[in-house]
């Protein structure tokens, strides 16, 4: 009798499911790790706009010997303005012939809202958030 010759095509439903099973698991390790690389992301955006205000005000203050509420009066293209993702809503919510406070406030939901909401600056150089009182400082 003579032996059958049978090559083997394509690939099998386990092969497949081995491959779904690998694809699963980084899928699970790397989004949870992209979603908090977008939220430091947006926060740095907030901070870096945050630190432009303090900048111009001070530029602000030098040539008017006060410091303003106008965002546009420092550069701004609106009064508040949003960030360029959209995270974030900038003002300066208060000012007078002696400081000024600006605040970065959270717009959108998800996973990352509940971290940093707000960021402040004032005029005396004093830094905060809520509701966790590190945000500025953390890297991570």
């Excluded at 900038?90 to 809202?113: F, P, W």
């Amino acid at each position: 009798m003579m032996p059958l010759k049978h090559r083997m095509r394509g690939i099998t439903l386990i092969e497949l499911m081995i491959v779904v099973v690998v694809v699963s698991i980084l899928a699970a390790v790397a989004f949870p790790n992209y979603q908090e690389f977008a939220a430091r992301a947006k926060r740095n955006e907030a901070k870096s706009a945050l630190l432009q205000i303090a900048t111009n005000q001070e530029r602000f203050y030098l040539n008017n010997n006060t410091f303003t509420q106008d965002m546009t009066a420092l550069g701004f293209s609106a009064d508040p303005f949003t960030t360029d993702t959209g995270s974030y809503v900038i003002d300066v919510t208060s000012a007078d012939a002696t400081n000024y406070s600006a605040t970065a406030t959270y717009q959108l939901g998800g996973s990352e809202a509940g971290k940093c909401l707000t960021f402040t600056v004032d005029g005396r150089g004093a830094k905060a958030s809520t509701p966790q009182g590190d945000c500025w400082e953390r890297t991570r």
